[in-house]
């Protein structure tokens, strides 16, 4: 070997050893660096060839590919749980202990309690007032509780925005220092600063959304969604809400792939991550416990007018207006039983008794005269109206039923009968169409069990249209179908034009109380939503969604909008606080009376009277008392966020244990540098002393010549 071999392979170690001595100095300098992947230093010995021979320095990044896919799935499992746990926990303390004073349930006793007060001392009116307020202050708590759970849908689509946004950024970043890395790679120059850096794109947007990441043959990377959507190689997708919309409350997750120009639906894509926890909470969970509270708010309602329309006030009113009922004029009436109207003047006198035989399908008043009618609504209409005569006036339009007196200082009393009470759908007859009600409600009915059959007609135009969604166990609509009603005038003829649009994913039934229902015939469904309905029956102002509750939306904001009907809250002297025994008796008898509290024990009793709760969200449908149902209700939500408590948890833990794996694998270890360190530093001084001997060898070598 020649002098000068000698000093290019003390050169070469020089600076191999100076360069592993920098990356050692990185390695230390980055001990506490989250994220922060240690670099390894190989030496590798140079061939003479072409007189050039040494050895030079191969530094690379650590990486364990296997554990770094593995913690980033934790990250995505994670990051998806604590969402879910987070906003069911906080959706649950909205709700709280029925047994605690705060919680929305504990508005409901109240009410009850002041109604068991008024019925000691009917008259009074100060009672009255506070009974009319608690009863306020209870639908006051519904409003302000469904807002709130409104409010946790509205943050998680915020929080989804805001997030993708972030992946957006990361996602550019990504592609960007891939080129970076890849010219790196084609020249020969060092990569592994942009590696690291892109590492820590890689982890946080794992926490983002799952993704599947394999290694570019150039360099770099490819991120893709976990069932192999691009996201990012050279260029990167775009992520936000789609730009179009059939009328979902919420627009829907969507990305535009690199080096395109079309949306693709993003949600349906997603196994894990933040975002994959915001819009499951946004479109499922959270909307699940809408669900459920909006049938527990229907039933505190139902309760109310139940007990309300079956007592009067004294005096009784000279007009009592019906709810929209959605039925039209046309609808079989479907009642059984027996009723009774009457005129009652205000001392409480009866003047007038019309006994309604609904099997019979006669009026008969107190003379004995007998009206007939047919077994429709109009006919009964007409019927009552001939009956009524010069003494009252009964109208049916818009869904809605009206009775008024004639004669002055007289007003309306309604019972059914006692012992073949009159019944549609379950329901007395004044419930019915809402003569009496206490609590209202705008925009859409509060019970959905309307009486109809299949051989009712319809009541919607040919060619009115509406739109469903097809959405999954997470919320995600993984379809939209158009439909648009058909020729058929009676139920069933709507319900084969439904069951043929809705082929291959739900199906009809109608019960015997008339309430109409989606039932989903595939797995891979969870409900069937409305997204936009464009119907209307007849004169009446309900949807086809409406009347029967189809969907997501108007069942689960049934907690919004009910109020203590005006006229009782202008007047509480029209609260219902007596009851007028009807049957069998003679005109000139005392029915009314203002120390007559049975109405107001009734109202009380409506706490505990078991009624129908129809299945809402994961809640199966059962007949207890309000006072069980919102236990039930509690107990599921706090059910729920405790079981993703826990989920939360365990993904963390198998996040940890693949974390702590995976940094003792990559990390730096200050001992092992400690020793490297030396090691390069006592290699660089041999290096130097060779340098020294071949030096003086040359001056030898020059002084001899």
Same mark, same amino acid.
């Not at 009524?388 to 009968?417: C, M, P, Q, R, V």
């Not at 004169?539 to 049934?558: K, N, V, W």
């Given at each position: #070997?020649?002098?000068?071999?000698?000093?290019?392979?003390?050169?070469?170690?020089?600076?191999?050893?100076?360069?592993?001595?920098?990356?050692?100095? &990185?390695?230390?300098?980055?001990?506490?660096?989250?994220?922060?992947?240690?670099?390894?230093?190989?030496?590798?010995?140079?061939?003479?060839?072409?007189? =050039?021979?040494?050895?030079?320095?191969?530094?690379?990044?650590?990486?364990?590919?296997?554990?770094?896919?593995?913690?980033?799935?934790?990250?995505?499992?994670?990051?998806?749980?604590?969402?879910?746990?987070?906003?069911?926990?906080?959706?649950?303390?909205?709700?709280?202990?029925?047994?605690?004073?705060?919680?929305?349930?504990?508005?409901?006793?109240? =009410?009850?309690?002041?109604?068991?007060?008024?019925?000691?001392?009917?008259?009074?009116?100060?009672?009255?007032?506070?009974?009319?307020?608690?009863?306020? &202050?209870?639908?006051?708590?519904?409003?302000?509780?469904?807002?709130?759970?409104?409010?946790?849908?509205?943050?998680?689509?915020?929080?989804?925005?805001?997030?993708?946004?972030?992946?957006?950024?990361?996602?550019?970043?990504?592609?960007?220092?891939?080129?970076?890395?890849?010219?790196?790679?084609?020249?020969?120059?060092?990569?592994?600063?942009?590696?690291?850096?892109?590492?820590?794109?890689?982890?946080?947007?794992?926490?983002?959304?799952?993704?599947?990441?394999?290694?570019?043959?150039?360099?770099?990377?490819?991120?893709?969604?976990?069932?192999? *959507?691009?996201?990012?190689?050279?260029?990167?997708?775009?992520?936000?809400?789609?730009?179009?919309?059939?009328?979902?409350?919420?627009?829907?997750?969507?990305?535009?792939?690199?080096?395109?120009?079309?949306?693709?639906?993003?949600?349906?894509?997603?196994?894990?991550?933040?975002?994959?926890?915001?819009?499951?909470?946004?479109?499922?969970?959270?909307?699940?416990?809408?669900?459920?509270?909006?049938?527990?708010?229907?039933?505190?309602?139902?309760?109310?007018? &139940?007990?309300?329309? /079956?007592?009067?006030?004294?005096?009784?009113?000279?007009?009592?207006?019906?709810?929209?009922?959605?039925?039209?004029?046309?609808?079989?009436?479907?009642?059984?039983?027996?009723?009774?109207?009457?005129?009652?003047?205000?001392?409480?006198?009866?003047?007038?008794?019309?006994?309604?035989?609904?099997?019979?399908?006669?009026?008969?008043?107190?003379?004995?005269?007998?009206?007939?009618?047919?077994?429709?609504?109009?006919?009964?209409?007409?019927?009552?109206?001939?009956?009524?005569?010069?003494?009252?006036?009964?109208?049916?339009?818009?869904?809605?039923?009206?009775?008024?007196?004639?004669?002055?200082?007289?007003?309306?009393?309604?019972?059914?009968?006692?012992?073949?009470?009159?019944?549609?759908?379950?329901?007395?007859?004044?419930?019915?169409?809402?003569?009496?009600?206490?609590?209202?409600?705008?925009?859409?009915? *509060?019970?959905?069990?309307?009486?109809?059959?299949?051989?009712?007609?319809?009541?919607?135009?040919?060619?009115?249209?509406?739109?469903? /969604? =097809?959405?999954?166990?997470?919320?995600?609509?993984?379809?939209?179908?158009?439909?648009?009603?058909?020729?058929?005038?009676?139920?069933?003829?709507?319900?084969?034009?439904?069951?043929?649009?809705?082929?291959?994913?739900?199906?009809?039934?109608?019960?015997?109380?008339?309430?109409?229902?989606?039932?989903?015939?595939?797995?891979?469904?969870?409900?069937?939503?409305?997204?936009?309905?464009?119907?209307?029956?007849?004169?009446?102002? #309900?949807?086809?969604?409406?009347?029967?509750?189809?969907?997501?939306?108007?069942?689960?904001?049934?907690?919004?909008?009910?109020?203590?009907?005006?006229?009782?809250?202008?007047?509480?002297?029209?609260?219902?606080?007596?009851?007028?025994?009807?049957?069998?008796?003679?005109?000139?008898?005392?029915?009314?009376?203002?120390?007559?509290?049975?109405?107001?024990?009734?109202?009380? /009793?409506?706490?505990?009277?078991?009624?129908?709760?129809?299945?809402?969200?994961?809640?199966?449908?059962?007949?207890?008392?309000?006072?069980?149902?919102?236990?039930?209700?509690?107990?599921?939500?706090?059910?729920?966020?405790?079981?993703?408590?826990?989920?939360?948890?365990?993904?963390?833990?198998?996040?940890?244990?693949?974390?702590?794996?995976?940094?003792?694998?990559?990390?730096?270890?200050?001992?092992?540098?400690? =020793?490297?360190?030396?090691?390069?530093?006592?290699?660089?001084?041999?290096?130097?002393?060779?340098?020294?001997?071949?030096?003086?060898?040359?001056?030898?070598?020059?002084?001899?010549?």
């Amino acid at each position: #070997m020649s002098l000068t071999s000698i000093m290019q392979t003390g050169l070469s170690a020089l600076t191999a050893n100076q360069q592993a001595l920098k990356a050692t100095s &990185t390695n230390v300098a980055n001990v506490n660096t989250a994220g922060y992947s240690r670099l390894d230093v190989q030496f590798v010995s140079r061939e003479a060839v072409g007189g =050039v021979a040494g050895v030079q320095v191969d530094i690379k990044r650590v990486s364990n590919a296997y554990l770094a896919a593995a913690e980033m799935r934790g990250s995505s499992e994670v990051s998806s749980a604590q969402v879910l746990a987070d906003f069911m926990d906080r959706a649950q303390g909205l709700l709280g202990d029925p047994s605690q004073s705060g919680s929305v349930f504990s508005t409901l006793d109240p =009410v009850f309690a002041a109604f068991g007060s008024l019925s000691v001392d009917p008259s009074s009116a100060l009672r009255r007032s506070e009974s009319l307020s608690d009863v306020q &202050t209870l639908l006051s708590q519904l409003q302000s509780t469904s807002n709130e759970l409104s409010s946790l849908r509205d943050e998680a689509n915020s929080r989804a925005v805001g997030v993708m946004e972030e992946a957006n950024s990361l996602l550019s970043g990504i592609a960007s220092l891939n080129k970076t890395i890849q010219n790196a790679t084609i020249s020969g120059a060092a990569a592994a600063d942009a590696q690291t850096e892109q590492q820590g794109m890689l982890d946080r947007l794992a926490e983002i959304m799952d993704i599947r990441v394999q290694q570019r043959p150039l360099g770099g990377v490819e991120v893709r969604t976990s069932d192999g *959507l691009i996201l990012a190689d050279l260029d990167s997708a775009t992520l936000g809400m789609s730009s179009t919309s059939n009328g979902e409350a919420y627009p829907t997750a969507v990305m535009i792939p690199p080096r395109s120009t079309s949306e693709v639906q993003l949600d349906t894509h997603l196994n894990g991550g933040e975002l994959k926890g915001l819009l499951k909470a946004r479109d499922s969970d959270i909307v699940d416990l809408q669900q459920q509270f909006g049938e527990y708010a229907a039933g505190v309602a139902n309760a109310l007018n &139940t007990a309300h329309n /079956a007592a009067s006030s004294v005096p009784p009113p000279a007009t009592m207006t019906g709810r929209d009922t959605g039925l039209l004029a046309t609808d079989r009436l479907n009642f059984t039983g027996a009723t009774n109207i009457a005129l009652v003047n205000n001392d409480g006198t009866l003047t007038h008794n019309y006994r309604v035989d609904f099997g019979a399908g006669t009026i008969t008043d107190e003379a004995g005269t007998v009206t007939n009618f047919a077994n429709s609504i109009g006919d009964f209409q007409t019927a009552l109206n001939t009956a009524l005569g010069a003494n009252g006036t009964a109208s049916f339009s818009g869904g809605s039923l009206k009775l008024t007196s004639s004669i002055a200082n007289t007003g309306l009393a309604i019972t059914d009968d006692p012992n073949t009470p009159a019944r549609r759908a379950g329901a007395g007859f004044s419930m019915t169409f809402g003569l009496n009600d206490l609590v209202t409600k705008g925009g859409g009915a *509060l019970n959905y069990a309307t009486g109809l059959s299949n051989a009712d007609l319809n009541g919607f135009t040919a060619g009115q249209t509406m739109t469903f /969604a =097809v959405r999954n166990a997470d919320g995600a609509i993984t379809k939209t179908i158009n439909f648009t009603v058909g020729a058929g005038t009676t139920i069933a003829a709507l319900r084969a034009d439904l069951d043929t649009a809705l082929s291959g994913y739900a199906q009809t039934s109608l019960d015997a109380n008339g309430r109409l229902t989606l039932q989903a015939t595939n797995n891979s469904v969870a409900n069937i939503d409305v997204l936009q309905d464009n119907t209307s029956r007849g004169d009446t102002e #309900m949807s086809l969604s409406a009347i029967f509750g189809l969907g997501q939306t108007l069942p689960g904001q049934r907690a919004s909008g009910q109020a203590i009907r005006s006229d009782i809250a202008a007047n509480p002297n029209l609260l219902g606080t007596a009851q007028a025994d009807l049957a069998g008796t003679a005109t000139g008898a005392i029915v009314l009376a203002s120390g007559d509290g049975r109405g107001a024990l009734a109202l009380e /009793a409506a706490g505990s009277t078991p009624q129908t709760f129809y299945s809402a969200g994961s809640l199966t449908g059962q007949v207890t008392s309000l006072d069980d149902y919102a236990a039930r209700l509690a107990g599921s939500a706090g059910s729920r966020a405790t079981a993703l408590a826990n989920a939360a948890s365990a993904a963390q833990s198998v996040k940890d244990e693949v974390h702590d794996r995976r940094l003792s694998d990559e990390g730096v270890n200050l001992d092992e540098e400690l =020793v490297n360190m030396t090691t390069y530093q006592q290699s660089y001084s041999a290096a130097s002393r060779l340098i020294q001997a071949a030096k003086d060898m040359f001056d030898i070598v020059l002084g001899m010549v």
